[in-house]
């Protein structure tokens, strides 16, 4: 079965700063990614996908991530943090079988300090 | 445009008693999805309905848990005798293509 995990809890940056969240994938076959947002008492929002096509996806919000297939990392980055970015972020992959499904990682906690 | 609406933000109930969250998918969206986010489980997919198809139950954790689908719209989370496990937030999504729309969730507290 397919998974993706985001071996990180928390991740504190300050303002300013690059920001990377860190996800990674196990499946077989070429891999459909997610990344979501989730701000407080919010549901998730979209911020980017990889399906096929150039390594380097671009999204919302300035948000950034490359697909890499020899390390199966699918990191979520920003070149400068805003408070504002403080939120949960979820990394998902489709399921291969069910493709309606998606597999969510636990979730990240990002704290950007002023 | 309007988003995924879901009703009550917010239910708090009696162990026992039984429960119907509502969820309003994205008009022309054909899928719409529930899922479940705990402390501790992250989140799990619950149920799927795409048009007129028979619907994916096979993430609901009990038989106290149903949904349905009405007219290919609206949809209802209903579950019976709640248990104090079954406190969470409730998020619905709809879709119709790759990308899911998250509604804003209900939180249930079963005390």
């Known amino acids: 079965a397919q998974s993706v995990a985001q071996p990180e809890d928390q991740v504190n940056v300050a303002e300013g700063n690059p920001l990377t969240v860190k996800c990674t994938y196990s499946?077989?076959?070429?891999?459909?990614l997610f990344w979501y947002v989730q701000y407080p008492n919010r549901g998730l929002q979209f911020l980017l996908k990889?399906?096929?096509?150039?390594?380097l996806v671009k999204g919302s919000y300035g948000f950034e991530a490359e697909f890499n297939k020899s390390q199966t990392s699918f990191h979520l980055k920003k070149p400068s943090a805003l408070v504002s970015d403080s939120a949960l972020y979820f990394c998902?992959?489709?399921?291969?079988?069910?493709?309606?499904?998606?597999?969510f990682g636990a979730g990240t906690t990002v704290t950007v300090r002023a | 445009g309007a988003g995924v609406s879901q009703s009550p933000s917010n239910k708090v109930t009696e162990k026992g008693k039984d429960v119907e969250l509502r969820c309003d998918p994205i008009?022309?969206?054909?899928?719409l999805y529930w899922y479940r986010q705990s402390l501790g489980q992250g989140l799990e997919f619950l149920i799927y309905?795409?048009?007129?198809?028979?619907?994916?139950k096979s993430g609901l954790p009990s038989d106290r848990f149903s949904a349905e689908r009405t007219g290919g719209s609206v949809s209802t989370l209903t579950i019976q005798r709640t248990q104090q496990e079954d406190s969470a937030v409730y998020l619905c999504?709809?879709?119709?293509?790759?990308?899911?729309?998250f509604g804003p969730g209900t939180r249930l507290t079963v005390l």
């Open positions: 999504a709809s879709s119709y293509s790759s990308e899911q729309f």
């Open positions: 499946v077989s076959g070429n891999p459909y």
């Open positions: 008009s022309g969206h054909t899928a």
């Open positions: 309905f795409q048009g007129n198809s028979a619907p994916d």
């Open positions: 998902a992959v489709r399921d291969m079988v069910d493709d309606y499904k998606l597999s």
């Open positions: 990889y399906i096929t096509g150039d390594n």
